[in-house]
């Protein structure tokens, strides 16, 4: 019977960089198949650390920015055709608030058949400063027809193995096309990504989540105050039991980007050191 995976890619981290992301993901109570894509230059001891916790260690050299050439990594990797579902995750800053393989109930109003899964930013990709730059840069004949929807993260996505492994290709694809036609010094994989949902996979299967969902939230944006104004949906909010919730209370599966604020950054080391 396929299993499950849970996988990332990590350069140069030390094993305190994403010993938070390992603790939260076993606590979880996920104990399907771990693999971490290593690239050249990370420390033996993290090495060894993954070794100790249960994961496959692929080691590759980097040859592109590593945001592009994951997508590949993670293609070679699916193509084996061992795995059911698929869990992508970027490592130093996501945490797992919750099991990402446990069903989806109904007040998450999730389609539990999509092939995909994935989470928007909370802000309409015009009005996200950071976006606007770098999707207009890297895909200047699409950014017309794609900035009015809300901006999806690259850090997290799940969905059935074989359709991510296509989709992981086709974000390869789009984003090394993109930095030899335009040649800038922008990463495209996010703006590759984008252009993706709204164009090619528009009509695929794929569900792109907000913060109704509580599936995960990207709180660079979603919890930044100076881009509230420009939100287009309520922000997170941190519990009385130090979970972040949407505005009903519900516990988000994923929050990443919690490193960029400091109370929550306690809050969630001492949770799970």
């Not at 059911?84 to 099991?99: A, G, L, T, Y």
């Not at 287009?232 to 039991?241: T, Y």
């Amino acid at each position: 019977m396929a299993s499950n995976l849970v996988i990332g890619a990590i350069h140069r981290y030390n094993p305190e960089e994403i010993s938070l992301w390992v603790r939260s993901l076993n606590k979880s109570g996920y104990d399907g198949k771990k693999i971490m894509i290593v690239y050249d230059g990370t420390p033996t001891e993290t090495l060894e650390y993954l070794y100790s916790e249960g994961f496959e260690v692929i080691q590759r050299k980097l040859l592109l920015p590593l945001v592009v050439q994951r997508f590949l990594d993670y293609y070679n990797v699916l193509i084996r055709g061992e795995y059911n579902k698929v869990f992508i995750s970027d490592v130093k800053d996501v945490i797992f608030q919750k099991n990402p393989f446990d069903p989806f109930d109904a007040e998450s109003e999730i389609d539990a058949d999509s092939e995909m899964i994935i989470g928007t930013e909370s802000i309409k990709i015009d009005d996200m400063p950071w976006a606007k730059v770098n999707y207009s840069k890297t895909f200047p004949l699409d950014y017309e027809g794609i900035k009015e929807y809300s901006s999806v993260c690259a850090g997290v996505l799940y969905g059935n193995s074989l359709f991510v492994r296509d989709f992981c290709m086709a974000t390869f694809k789009y984003s090394v096309s993109s930095m030899m036609l335009h040649k800038c010094n922008q990463p495209a994989d996010q703006a590759a990504l984008n252009v993706l949902l709204r164009t090619v996979y528009r009509d695929s299967p794929i569900t792109i989540t907000n913060h109704s969902n509580a599936w995960v939230t990207h709180l660079g944006v979603s919890f930044e105050q100076h881009h509230q104004e420009s939100l287009n949906e309520e922000q997170p909010v941190i519990s009385a039991d130090g979970f972040v919730v949407n505005s009903k209370g519900k516990i988000f599966t994923i929050i990443h980007q919690y490193d960029r604020f400091d109370e929550l950054f306690e809050i969630i080391r001492e949770k799970y050191s």
